[in-house]
Each structure stands twice: as structure tokens, then as C-alpha cells.
């Protein structure tokens, strides 16, 4: 190790062991936006917070730090959508096999294990990412089984 931390490689392997869920964080500007992330984590429970964590040089961040975007989606991806993840994770695959549906205007993607309403709360700039904590005004859940991610590949539980 030295004194700038770990290689980026080393840090990505090393935290490639911890096993996620996988969510399409969602926003509507000009047109409805998503993107696929590991980086969530629920922060409080009252009130009830969340925190999602964005590259700086994503879309979806430029999208989230504009003013008039108050409200985000967190889509918890069942084991059956991992066409999802793989085309919000610009990978190839057709626009029009994503089920979204709208609440009060946002943007879901239906058939997710859970889907989370946001209010954008705070904006924290990290590193090369942007943490953007939100405060929850809505849920709604399945007793699905969720797409999980480790060491780099999706699994299903069981």
C-alpha cells in the first residue's frame, strides 16, 4: 500500500467480494433517464434515508445536480431483469423491452423487487463519484427474488 491508498484495480477487486443488489436509478429532465448501480445503501430509518452513489462522469449526475430534478427512483431489480442492469449499463439491448411506468411523473421500472420515491435531500461531492441522499416518500415492494452482484457476475439466491 502506499500513500495515495490502493490501485483502483486492487480496490475494485477487493470490494468486488461484497455481494449487492442491483438498482436502475431513475430521474426524468427533458426525457426519463436511467442507470444501473450497486452503489445504494439505506442510511436512516428515521427519517427514513437513502444514499446512492453516481460517477462523475455519468449521465445521470449531470441530470440529478440540476435544480428543478427534486425527485430520483430506486428500482430493485428482480432475478429476472438482467437484460436491465446490462442495457442501463450501456449495454446493447432494446429500449422498448424496459417496463416503465410513472408515479406523480417519475420514471419506474415495473416488475423490481422494490421501487423507492426520492426526494433529492443533500448532494455530497466524493472523490470521483456524487452522493446524492434521498429522503423517501414512497415505497412499494415484491417478495421477488433480487438480481445480486459478486466478484464482477450476477447471481440469483438459492
Known amino acids: 500500500m502506499t500513500d495515495t491508498g490502493l490501485s483502483p484495480q486492487e480496490f475494485r477487486q477487493t470490494l468486488g467480494r461484497f455481494a449487492s443488489g442491483v438498482t436502475i436509478i431513475t430521474a426524468r429532465g427533458d426525457e426519463r433517464r436511467g442507470m444501473t448501480a450497486s452503489a445504494f445503501v439505506s442510511v436512516s430509518l428515521q427519517p427514513p434515508l437513502i444514499l446512492v452513489s453516481v460517477d462523475t462522469r455519468a449521465h445521470m449526475q449531470a441530470l440529478l445536480l440540476q435544480d428543478d430534478v427534486t425527485h430520483f427512483g430506486v428500482n430493485v431489480l428482480s432475478a429476472t431483469q438482467r437484460h436491465l442492469s446490462d442495457h442501463f449499463a450501456g449495454r446493447p439491448g432494446p429500449e422498448d423491452q424496459v417496463p416503465w411506468f410513472e408515479h406523480e411523473g417519475l420514471p419506474l421500472i415495473g416488475g423490481s423487487v422494490a421501487q423507492l420515491v426520492c426526494r433529492k435531500d443533500r448532494v455530497i461531492e466524493a472523490g470521483d463519484h456524487t452522493l446524492f441522499l434521498g429522503f ?23
Open 136 to 158: 423517501v416518500e414512497y415505497s412499494r415492494y415484491t417478495d421477488d427474488d433480487p438480481l445480486v452482484y459478486f466478484r464482477g457476475q450476477y447471481h440469483e439466491l438459492g
